[in-house]
């Protein structure tokens, strides 16, 4: 996988991939083959016309498979948020007075943000489900003390892009229809570390980002087929009324659609060994990703253990390898500056998750995260901490 990277040529050792993996080679030469072939809009006629016919098909196809969803039920957009900003509008036509949204502190303002303007934008009431900050864990019964009669959607993460948290949604997702109402869920975090699968989820709707997971810079949008034909998107005239493409506006980017397949291609073959479907073969991948995952977490949080002053904030018993932390006396702006002098990537802030910052007792500042992604290995780990211990020193 390393060898399959060119920007770790460059040197550093990397631990930003939670905003954003390094692209592969195969990645980028799917891109350009998109843009060098012969393309055009959709059709039959051409060579160009089928070429982007085929790229469109051949992405909802492997996006279906990465996410254990239908294909045409793969709805591409300029970003996640984008696409939760236009669900949250179709979906806010349906709700009255005196309806109920729930949000999350532990989520990406792109999973809290959307929601809450919909609903203020039709009188329906904003309530907030917190989570336990000295555990980070966000529980089912935080969930539940929020719901009603009058709850039309509960919008959570699969896993905190902040402190990697990992709630039990399957079982959110049984309170949540348990009152007849939505669960939209923001897996752009998670769809990173883990094989996703929407119906075991319990999600009506769930996005992810390819960008997070090899690919290039764009949305994703998926959820159950009925609910997404009885959406009505403003859309143009002419534009095709077909479910997905009623919801993508304008002409796609078949170059990163392109793209993304190859990603997707490219985590399916994480476990070699494996022979299957091409969701057979994502599944296996992603437990070898996390087992190896799981080995740097353990060499990393019994290293930041070992150095004075160093405060872990992620803690929740269910989480990915993502950690978020503090150094006594430092801001966290100068601990990322400290490391990037020393050939370590590992960026400060609350990264969008300013809620959960601010719960916990950090503010907008937040800390340094760091991250693994499927390039990362222990010699990037020996070398965060080697940098720490210096400043720790």
């Known amino acids: 996988m390393r060898a399959r990277i060119p920007a770790l040529a460059s040197g550093p050792a990397r631990f930003d991939a939670p905003g954003g993996t390094q692209t592969p080679q195969p990645v980028a030469e799917a891109v350009a083959a998109a843009l060098t072939a012969p393309l055009a809009n959709r059709g039959t006629a051409t060579e160009a016309e089928r070429n982007a016919d085929r790229i469109v098909v051949e992405a909802r196809a492997a996006v279906g498979d990465l996410l254990a969803t239908a294909p045409e039920t793969v709805v591409f957009g300029r970003s996640a948020t984008q696409l ?24 990406h303002d792109s999973n809290i943000r959307p929601w809450v303007q919909a609903a203020e934008a039709v009188g329906a ?70 094989a996703v699968d929407v119906a075991a989820l319990g999600a009506d709707t769930l996005v992810c980002s390819p960008y997070k997971f090899l690919g290039p810079h764009l949305g ?13 998107p403003d859309k143009l005239l002419p534009s095709s009324d077909a479910v997905p493409e009623r919801f993508e506006l304008g002409t796609l980017p078949y170059e990163l659609l392109a793209g993304t397949r190859a990603a997707v291609d490219l985590l399916a073959g994480l476990a070699p060994s494996v022979r299957g479907s091409r969701r057979e073969r994502v599944v296996a991948s992603f437990a070898a990703l996390e087992a190896h995952e799981h080995r740097l977490r353990t060499r990393l949080e019994d290293g930041l253990a070992a150095l004075p002053g160093i405060t872990v904030y992620a803690r929740a018993a269910h989480r990915t390898a993502t950690l978020l932390f503090t150094v006594e006396g430092r801001e966290p702006a100068d601990v990322s500056r400290h490391l990037a002098a020393r050939g370590v990537a590992a960026p400060a802030g609350s990264f969008y998750a300013v809620e959960a910052a601010r719960r916990l007792g950090l503010g907008d500042r937040g800390g340094v995260r760091v991250g693994p992604a499927p390039y990362t290995d222990e010699t990037d780990v020996d070398r965060l901490l080697s940098a720490l211990a210096e400043l720790t020193a």
Do not use: C, Q
């Open 220 to 232: 994703v949008l998926t959820g159950r087929a009925e609910l997404l034909e009885s959406l009505r």
């Open 84 to 107: 939760v900003y236009d669900l949250s509008r179709m979906l806010a036509r349906t709700w009255e007075p005196g309806d109920e949204v729930v949000v999350t502190r532990l989520d």
């Open 125 to 194: 009431k904003v309530r907030w489900a917190d989570f336990d900050p000295e555990s980070g864990e966000l529980r089912p019964e935080h969930i539940e003390a929020e719901l009603s009669p009058r709850t039309r959607l509960v919008a959570v993460t699969a896993a905190s892009n902040l402190i990697g948290t990992r709630p039990d949604l399957p079982a959110v997702a049984a309170l949540v229809h348990g009152v007849g109402a939505l669960l939209h869920v923001d897996a752009v975090h998670y769809a990173a570390h883990a």
